[in-house]
């Protein structure tokens, strides 16, 4: 079995004509992850009873010839911050370090109901809180392209299995820009859905108003085959919407479009072999038809600033239910003492529980909201946002998608940023806005660099992540033949 070659199609395929039983492709995922995973380190846990368990009942449905779901059989991998019930969610962090889940998010309930097979829960960083991995209380994934580079962050587990043929593919949660960054720093797909889009129940909270769940996989089709699955209205999700009907947003030829490319994001600071890659798929499209138009998203300068400051308030609040009681690790459990100090209680667990960047960012979000400087820093942030929003409405008026890169820079080696967080927050600067604007938002690997790739950025309408599979699915077909 050549696991490289495998797409939700093509396991389809081989399990109809009995190339394969699941089990047996379960196994041989096992096997490859126990033999290959020792270097890359893409998961926190493996699950082989509950995968073999789902592999033996898409069995049984074949034997007795009944109809199969969408994602029967396919093997796929979970980041560490949706809840799958009954295994372990740590969310990256010491402080949830033995927690199991009580229940399953609504994206694994869709999944299981799908027919997939959970092989485990990857690596990412502390509440989904970095770009590289480093953040992980418990050890940094490597990227399966150069074993020297960060597979990106915070879903770099998830993306560095799907890039080492671990998996067909796997969730990942974008707050910033965490699906998109890590799929192009491992030359995968990955799509951000609008906010709403897919339900956020069961997925550990970072800043609630910017966290999206979205598929990581090898191609753009396999990429809608399972967002069609996860999304949709959740009763457990007040945010969560249906989709309007989605048959009018087909791209059936790209000369009845026009794609818009920011000039903000073409500025200084983006390495030049990123630059001639994103601009030789862009010319790509003009070629095949497109009409390419320069537009401007003027706030742009802002987005940083402002999601950094939104973001940390919200983890803030978030991250308050973590106080040595009611979750994961506490300090009472650890001192030989009584403890008679409330107070003591959650100042150690903590301190003790949480990473730095967790503590760094709570710091910043907490000051952010308090009496005082809340009017400077959250309020203003808030209003930035709305103008942020509208930059991307008033775009929107003049063309139906837009372009831009996904990372300013190729990725980079393990350790080189991590000393510097301002430097690591400049990983995003493509990306925060699509959150800050609840829009969709897909990278897809347009080239490679050496071993590495550069991945495109699509950003779409609210709800119209029909359009971008459209537009990427141009792509993806003019470089496969
Ligand atoms: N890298 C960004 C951050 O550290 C985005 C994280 C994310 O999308 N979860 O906040």
């Known amino acids: 079995m050549k696991l490289e070659d495998f797409t939700i199609e093509k396991i389809k395929e081989g399990l109809l004509k009995k190339e394969f039983s699941a089990t047996e492709l379960t196994k041989a995922y096992l096997e490859k992850i126990e033999k290959e995973d020792k270097k890359i380190r893409a998961f926190l846990t493996l699950s082989p009873e509950i995968a073999l368990k789902q592999a033996k009942e898409i069995d049984e449905r074949i034997f007795l010839k009944k109809e199969l779901p969408s994602l029967a059989g396919v093997p796929c991998a979970i980041k560490d911050n949706i809840l799958v019930e009954g295994i372990k969610c740590t969310a990256g962090s010491k402080i949830l370090e033995n927690y199991i889940a009580p229940y399953d998010a609504t994206v694994i309930r869709k999944l299981k109901e799908a027919g997939v097979v959970i092989l485990g829960k990857t690596n990412l960083d502390e509440f989904a809180m970095g770009s590289s991995n480093e953040n992980s209380a418990f050890f940094t994934t490597k990227n399966p392209l150069d074993l020297e580079k960060v597979p990106g962050g915070s879903s770099g587990g998830s993306a560095a299995a799907v890039a080492a043929n671990f998996c067909v593919f796997a969730l990942g949660s974008d707050t910033g820009g965490s699906i998109r960054q890590p799929a192009s720093f491992c030359g995968i797909v990955g799509l951000k859905p609008t906010y709403g889009a897919v339900s956020r129940y069961g997925l550990i909270a970072f800043a609630s108003s910017l966290d999206q769940i979205g598929p990581m996989t090898k191609n753009v089709r396999d990429c809608k085959a399972v967002f069609e699955v996860i999304r949709g209205k959740d009763e457990m999700d007040s945010t969560s ?23 903000e994001y073409f500025l200084e600071g983006m390495d030049p072999e990123v630059e001639e ?49 009611k979750y994961g ?41 308090s009496i005082g400087y809340y009017d400077a820093y959250y309020l203003r942030a808030a209003r930035v946002r709305s103008l942020i929003i509208k930059d991307f409405e008033e775009a929107f008026k003049k063309v139906d998608l837009i372009l831009a890169p996904t990372s300013p820079t190729l990725p980079f080696k393990l350790g080189e940023k991590i000393d510097d967080p301002l430097k690591m927050y400049l990983s995003d600067v493509f990306t925060v806005s699509v959150n800050l604007a609840g829009l969709p938002a897909i990278s897809i690997p347009v080239g490679k660099v050496g071993n590495l790739s550069v991945g495109l950025q699509i950003i779409g309408k609210p709800f119209e992540e029909e359009k971008i599979f459209d537009l990427a699915t141009f792509y993806e077909l003019s470089t496969s033949n």
């Open 277 to 325: 890659k994103i601009k030789k798929a862009i010319k790509k499209y003009e070629e095949m038809g497109a009409k390419i138009l320069e537009i401007s998203l003027p706030h742009t300068p802002y987005a940083l600033a402002c999601y950094y400051i939104i973001a940390t308030s919200e983890a803030s609040a978030n991250l308050a239910r973590y106080d040595g009681i």
């Open 241 to 263: 919407l249906e989709m309007k009907e989605v048959n009018n947003l087909r791209i059936r030829s790209l000369e009845e479009i026009k794609i818009g490319l920011p000039k």
């Open 329 to 369: 690790f506490s300090i009472i459990k650890n001192e030989q003492r009584t403890i008679d100090n409330l107070l003591e209680v959650y100042f150690k667990s903590r301190g003790q529980g949480f990473g730095e960047e967790v503590r760094r960012r709570i710091m910043l979000g907490t000051f952010s909201l």
